[in-house]
């Protein structure tokens, strides 16, 4: 008798752990999520919490354009129960390698339909040795620069997770609700602060900013399409007239890319340069999305003569 009510306890254990509950993982505890760059690490992180566990496949100090997957990183993608990405060429050995995952794969941009911008047509910025040419990039990715944009992606982000676990379901969205709140907070921020600047140019190293330009009524005219782009003489030359015609006194340079060409167009125009960020890598010092974005305001502020 003993030994048979062992075997039916034992028995409906082994039911219990075999049985489908909506809840993903080898055993049943985190998600296993893997992203590849990192704001999606920081929306990942925001929604999930101790729910999750997230792996950033471009690490600190890695510009995501130039990102090499390693076989670690390979195996990251085709094993985690969910892959988020930006695709549109901007990572594509990612893509490729998400196209054989086991866990559901969710492509950040395609949730935000027509509100996402093709890339800066090449022939805006004729003459220039892209190392990136062989890339077919058909949308601009950099969408995280807009905080209703950014938005969006972390419900589309609290929406994959609940599905992919039923458990965490009203863990997730609530997250989601609480960040949501900080980035609708960001945005009127960025919105009071930019709103009446004495210029509205942004020059830039490379055409990351389209979407905050948009979003805040500034414009952006890129130096290079991409990070690694040799804007020829010509292109440097109509700059150069362009920052004098429009009062520009700040060339806007980036923190993983080498500034040198925005210097050297700066020292030639008598102005100066500062770092924006278009995080697209871990930022330094424990930094997140909203302290860099925090941070990159009061950049603007000061480069465009805001009030």
């Known amino acids: 008798m003993v030994v048979a009510a062992l075997l039916a306890v034992l028995a409906l254990l082994a039911a219990g752990c075999s049985s489908s509950d909506g809840t993903s993982g080898a055993d049943g505890d985190r998600l296993s999520v893997t992203v590849s760059v990192f704001p999606l690490a920081d929306a990942a992180e925001h929604v999930g919490g101790d729910l999750v566990e997230v792996t950033n496949l471009t690490p600190p100090g890695v510009e995501p354009h130039d990102l090499e997957l390693t076989p ?66 058909t949308v601009d990715p950099h969408v995280w620069l807009d905080p209703e944009l950014y938005a969006i992606v972390v419900d589309e982000v609290a929406t994959t997770f609940a599905e ?4 965490g379901r009203d863990q ?3 997250n989601a609700a609480d960040y ?28 990351a900013f389209g979407y905050l330009a948009s979003a805040y009524g500034l414009t952006q005219e890129p130096i290079s399409i991409n990070p690694g782009s040799e804007p020829d003489p010509a292109r440097l030359a109509d700059l150069n007239e362009i ?39 871990v930022p330094e010092g424990g930094q997140d999305y909203l302290s860099v974005m925090r941070d990159n305001l009061q950049t603007l502020r000061q480069a465009l003569g805001c009030g």
Do not use: K, W
């Not at 085709?78 to 998400?98: C, I, K, N, R, Y």
């Not at 992919?164 to 458990?167: F, I, Q, S, T, Y």
């Open 172 to 174: 997730f969205e609530a």
């Open 180 to 207: 949501r709140e900080e980035l609708d907070a960001l945005d009127e921020e960025y919105a009071e602060g930019l709103s009446s600047c004495q210029r509205t140019l942004l020059v830039t190293n490379h055409a």
């Open 164 to 167: 992919a676990d039923l458990d």
């Open 72 to 137: 670690d990183d390979i195996e990251a993608i085709q094993s985690a129960d969910v892959v988020l990405l930006m695709g549109g060429g901007f990572q594509p050995a990612v893509e490729d390698a998400a196209s054989d995952a086991e866990g559901v794969v969710v492509d950040v941009l395609v949730g935000l339909g027509d509100r996402v911008a093709p890339p800066v047509e090449e022939d805006e910025h004729a003459g220039e040795e892209d190392e990136h040419a062989d890339e077919e990039l």
């Open 243 to 281: 920052v004098q015609r429009e009062g520009v006194t700040t060339i806007f340079t980036e923190d993983l890319v080498s500034p040198e060409v925005a210097e050297t167009l700066a020292s030639e125009a008598g102005v100066q340069t500062v770092v924006l960020s278009p995080m697209d890598a």
